[in-house]
């Protein structure tokens, strides 16, 4: 039988030999960050994300890209808890120490790490496949901030910005050659011929997401459970009702598209792509409906788009319902490394 990642995550490291109470440790595995206690006032939120390529990114992409991603996918996991970025290590493995690559590459970690003013304290480089480990760290005031558990019946699910846009973009990647031209199995997904600004599009929500620290530290003290979408949208609200002992509905009508997706994408996968692709670095907010509307307004003064998608309910797991309220069947999977056919 195969194993997921959170199998052998739970089976293999979450014991309480390997994960014992350590000093000043207020969460451990399990959330977007661990949460280790600094002093009277403060909490220091943790995170890492490993990035391979082939697996995470396509093999030669642009370095500057892959920096600015790298950084970026990391500071969403901080957000996702509402932390201020305080500073990253970065751990390398490159095949040759080629001088242009490692130039675009640190330039695109520069543009992110000085955007969120979260700089390099240290790291290790050694020669391998390419690969990026990179740690964050951040600061969240004691006690306040997000996590998975916390959503209760009745409450409002809300995503930032929009969704499916990142695995739309992996659905072209795969429908191009090396040399960036249309192979003959073109994209099933992707209506006619896409438009420059279209397919442009896609590409940056890959490569350059949008990590919502502002809105994580904004919606503080208001929502009650919130997660970056790295799975997709229904894995991983999927922990949030886990970890709170919930269900959720979304109405799939509300679903936030962009104009590219609506344009370019059949309509009948859009809505598999917006539930079930990941790499979007969206977050999803649990909100009492007490707070609806200061988090609306405090998301809104960000620019930041915000969209009601479904409400908390009891018993389990997230069905999604279509615009007569009938339910509809999505398959209830984010990426999973170690599934099948995902080898
Ligand atoms: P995210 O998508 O937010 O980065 P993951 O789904 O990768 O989170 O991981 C879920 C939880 O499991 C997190 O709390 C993470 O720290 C933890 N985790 C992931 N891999 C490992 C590992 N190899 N050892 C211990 N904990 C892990
Ligand atoms: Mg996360």
Redesign the pocket.
């Known amino acids: 039988m195969s194993q997921s990642?959170?199998d052998?995550?739970e089976r293999y490291?979450?014991d309480s030999v390997l994960?014992f109470e350590g000093r000043g440790i207020d969460l451990?595995?399990?959330?977007?960050?661990?949460l280790l206690r600094i002093d009277e006032n403060d909490q220091l939120a943790m995170?890492?994300?490993l990035l391979q390529e082939g697996v995470h990114f396509p093999v030669g992409a642009v370095p500057e890209l892959l920096g600015q991603r790298a950084l970026a996918v990391n500071l969403s996991?901080l957000a996702?808890a509402g932390a201020e970025p305080v500073c990253f290590t970065l751990g390398l493995s490159i095949p040759e120490a080629c001088d242009d690559w490692l130039e675009a590459f640190s330039t695109g970690l520069r543009k992110v790490a000085a955007r969120f003013n979260c700089p390099l304290v240290g790291g290790d480089l050694i020669r391998g496949s390419l690969q990026i480990a990179i740690q964050v760290q951040g600061r969240v005031p004691r006690g306040k901030a997000l996590l998975r558990q916390g959503a209760r019946q009745g409450h409002q699910v809300y995503v930032t910005g929009t969704l499916g846009d990142a695995a739309a973009a992996l659905a072209l990647f795969k429908s191009l050659d090396n040399a960036g031209q249309p192979t003959a199995a073109n994209s099933p997904l992707l209506e006619n011929r896409l438009a420059a600004r279209h397919r442009d599009h896609f590409i940056n929500r890959f490569y350059c997401p949008e990590p919502r620290v502002a809105v994580g530290i904004a919606v503080r003290g208001m929502a009650s459970a919130a997660?970056?979408l790295?799975?997709g949208l229904l894995s991983?609200l999927g922990?949030i009702v886990k970890a709170s002992g919930v269900g959720a509905q979304l109405d799939l009508a509300q679903l936030p598209l962009s104009e590219a997706m609506r344009e370019c994408v059949v309509k009948k996968d859009r809505a598999h792509l917006a539930l079930c692709g990941g790499d979007d670095y969206e977050l999803c907010i649990i909100v009492p409906r007490e707070h609806c509307v200061a988090v609306e307004e405090a998301v809104a003064s960000l620019d930041t788009k915000l969209t009601l998608i479904g409400e908390i309910v009891t018993g389990q797991g997230v069905k999604c319902l279509d615009s007569s309220g009938k339910p509809v069947d999505v398959r209830q999977s984010g990426y999973r490394h170690f599934d099948e056919d995902d080898r």
């Open positions: 990642e959170f052998i995550i490291f979450r994960c451990a595995i399990g959330d977007d960050c661990a995170s890492m994300d996991d996702a997660i970056d790295s799975d991983d922990h």
